[in-house]
């Protein structure tokens, strides 16, 4: 029997493993010069490779001292561990001998990491996994217990201490996950051999630095089969491309809408595919639609700032879609950073006694009070930020892979750890996906833009306050603005917290609608009637506790945007015939989708 199996073992070709070692060696030499004259360039700017910049280790050195405090707890923990350990060595015992037992650690509902059946049928396996489970679960809880710790140390503690356990698991390294050593048996080793040209691929792209491939990016093309709703570029400055849709309609709504996405991330989130695209979507409901195109800067931008995105985007593109329709007013959505901009041009008008330029204003995911940021949080302190500061002001800009990276680490084992076993372990390529694609295709930040974004938002949360922040030489005062509003949030965004965005929007004196959409930041976003997914929460009264309006709220399953467009309907001004691009003076400047969504960071 032995023979048998060990004959069924297929051997990796010998020719054509030796040409693979010597162009990975290839590889490798060219990486490893790179990396060490980086390292000789950085040590001539010791400051931008400080050790630990974001204090760390202060952090973990503060736990670690009040944890010393109370050893009781500690031996406590300890006994707590070790009776589960014997239960576990128990119930393993039994398996081995053929018997039932119940778990003694149980993976999470939508753990991934542990959905091969190999996890629960092998015992050596079920074993790997559950003491890794107790033994996950026993660190975090002794560091989340520990008594004394200002509310940014623990919680920078606590998100450290994850990072590290979700690093650990079993399912992360070859010889522990099961699904590995079954490829790497049937392949003959090339799942391994393949998993290393990824690796050195990624560490390529990434210029030494590892930058992992979520999706076969060769798949897309921006303006080809992502971002390809047929547009017009009717408008360009420094900052933004401002693109026209064409008509799927003969009449269209008189009153134009204008949507402002983040610049953290190109706009074509909502133009993904014609069968999820709210762009497309919105355009086939008669709007006559524009949306900004942000500028992916550089360091000849450096000195771009928040008032610069609000003076040279939305009050510029109104100008232009005020002058292309004829219309004194216009509806506008506002996309995350893109929602937060969108509440200071509000306030910014009103001051003016210009309001009515904007008839309606629509908030996707939208913080205004970012006193409760989530997890973001943990990246928001003076070390972090002078930190960051002075790599932004080197370089003109923040990077986009840095800001990418720190929106991974919130879902690490989705967006980082899911990939390093898939492309390196079984040597897979990853699958064509164009949210991922979307994802991956980062921008960068220009660095005094940026720097009064996370110091006056994030870290004083000055923009709820009336006064806080002043733009244009005028003070901000959300309490002024009276616009009709529409907060659309996600229950598991882990960006914009939805209880946070639901104490923002109630900032505003005027009308608001607050409905909440099942999913997370994008998923309950780009939610399209035809998928017939997930579910909103609606109540319309006025509560001043996120909780006690959702314990209020009416469930409806599907998409909310039929619920958005009933409500903007409102403000339509009526019906007119189709407008298209290049109708009146403005000249189009280029087909859309434009240059600036095809600059890449890379």
Request: proline share 5%.
């Amino acid at each position: 029997m032995a023979d048998q199996q060990g004959s069924d073992l297929r051997l990796p070709d010998p020719k054509q493993l030796g040409k693979t070692i010597s162009e990975i060696a290839e590889v490798s030499q060219r990486l490893v010069a790179e990396f060490l004259s980086r390292q000789a360039s950085q040590a001539a700017q010791p400051d931008a490779s400080q050790g630990d910049p974001m204090n760390i280790g202060g952090a973990f050195f503060e736990m670690t001292t009040r944890m010393m405090t109370d050893p009781g707890r500690i031996v406590e923990a300890n006994m707590t561990l070790w009776r589960d350990y014997m239960a576990l060595w128990q119930n393993a015992a039994v398996k081995m001998m053929g018997g039932e037992a119940t778990p003694i650690a149980q993976p999470d509902l939508g753990d991934r990491r542990f959905k091969d059946e190999a996890w629960s049928e092998n015992e050596v396996f079920d074993y790997i996994k559950q003491t890794y489970l107790l033994s996950s679960r026993y660190i975090q809880s002794v560091v989340h217990e520990t008594d004394g710790m200002d509310k940014h140390t623990a919680e920078k503690v606590d998100f450290y201490t994850r990072q590290f356990v979700d690093a650990m698991a079993p399912s992360n390294f070859m010889v522990t996950n099961p699904e590995v050593i079954r490829q790497t048996i049937e392949s003959g080793g090339d799942n391994l051999v393949k998993g290393l040209e990824n690796l050195l691929h990624d560490l390529e792209r990434g210029k030494g630095q590892l930058r992992i491939s979520m999706t076969d990016e060769n798949a897309f093309e921006v303006g080809v089969n992502v971002a390809a709703t047929p547009s017009k570029v009717v408008y360009r400055n420094d900052l933004m491309e401002l693109l026209q849709y064409e008509p799927t309609t003969e009449q269209v709504n008189k009153r134009p809408l204008l949507i402002m996405p983040p610049w953290i991330n190109k706009f074509y989130i909502l133009d993904l595919r014609p069968k999820n695209s709210f762009i497309k979507w919105a355009v086939d409901q008669g709007h006559t639609v524009f949306v900004i195109s942000w500028v992916n800067p550089d360091a000849s931008l450096a000195k771009k700032s928040f008032e610069n995105y609000m003076l040279e985007g939305p009050l510029e593109a109104l100008d232009v879609i005020e002058s292309i329709c004829g219309t004194t007013s216009t509806n506008v959505i506002g996309y995350c950073l893109g929602g937060t901009l969108l509440g200071c041009t509000l306030a910014y008008l009103t001051s003016k006694g210009k309001a009515d330029r904007i008839a309606s204003a629509t908030h996707f995911t939208t913080m205004l009070d970012f006193n409760d940021p989530g997890e973001l949080g943990v990246f928001i302190d003076d070390d972090s930020l002078d930190y960051l500061e002075e790599q932004m002001n080197r370089r003109g800009y923040l990077d986009g892979s840095e800001m990418a990276g720190t929106f991974n680490l919130l879902r690490a084992n989705d967006l980082i750890w899911s990939f390093v076993v898939n492309n390196y372990l079984l040597g897979k390529d990853p699958f064509p996906f164009d949210l991922l694609y979307w994802n991956s295709d980062n921008t960068r930040m220009p660095a005094a833009m940026h720097s009064f974004y996370l110091r006056k938002m994030y870290q004083e949360n000055a923009v709820k306050d009336p006064g806080g922040i002043s733009l244009d030489g005028v003070p901000i005062d959300l309490s002024t603005v009276k616009t009709p509003s529409y907060f659309i949030s996600a229950r598991e965004d882990h960006i914009a917290p939805w209880k946070s965005t639901f104490v923002g929007s109630q900032l505003y004196s005027g009308p608001v609608r607050f409905t909440l959409s099942a999913s997370g930041h994008i998923a309950g976003v780009v939610n399209p009637p035809i998928a017939n997914k997930y579910c909103f929460w609606t109540y319309n009264r006025k509560v001043k506790d996120p909780d006690s309006w959702l314990a209020k709220a009416t469930q409806t399953e599907g998409s909310w945007w039929p619920n958005w467009n009933e409500w903007v309907g409102k403000f339509s001004g009526g019906q007119v015939p189709a407008r298209k691009p290049g109708d009146g003076n403005q000249e189009i400047l280029c087909d859309g989708p434009g240059t600036y969504v095809k600059v890449r960071s890379l």
